[in-house]
């Protein structure tokens, strides 16, 4: 994961950071989605060599998936996989 912040973060995307070894991404980009996606689908395809397929959100995207979040404060938080994004 470590290789894919740096070609990302080479690429002209700040803030790069990966979650576990899940493959998911967050970065800041001044770029639409689209050109994102196109953009960080190439440099993988490229320079890791496999062709993905992709999910892109936004911010807004990610903050209404947080409110809608099933999982209130009485869940059980060993049988769920939690992180806090800062």
Same mark, same amino acid.
């Given at each position: 994961?470590?290789?894919?912040?740096?070609?990302? &973060?080479?690429?002209?995307?700040?803030?790069?950071? &990966?979650?576990?070894?899940?493959?998911?991404?967050?970065?800041?980009?001044?770029?639409?989605?689209?050109?994102?996606?196109?953009?960080?689908? &190439?440099?993988?395809?490229?320079?890791?060599?496999?062709?993905?397929?992709?999910?892109?959100?936004?911010?807004?995207?990610?903050?209404?998936?947080?409110?809608?979040?099933?999982?209130?404060?009485?869940?059980?938080?060993?049988?769920?996989?939690?992180?806090?994004?800062?």
């Amino acid at each position: 994961m470590s290789y894919l912040i740096d070609i990302l &973060t080479e690429a002209g995307s700040q803030h790069v950071r &990966t979650y576990i070894q899940s493959g998911n991404i967050i970065l800041e980009s001044d770029l639409d989605l689209e050109e994102i996606r196109e953009r960080v689908h &190439t440099l993988i395809k490229e320079k890791i060599g496999v062709n993905l397929k992709m999910v892109i959100k936004n911010k807004n995207d990610l903050e209404e998936i947080v409110h809608e979040n099933p999982f209130r404060e009485d869940y059980l938080h060993n049988r769920v996989q939690k992180k806090k994004f800062v």
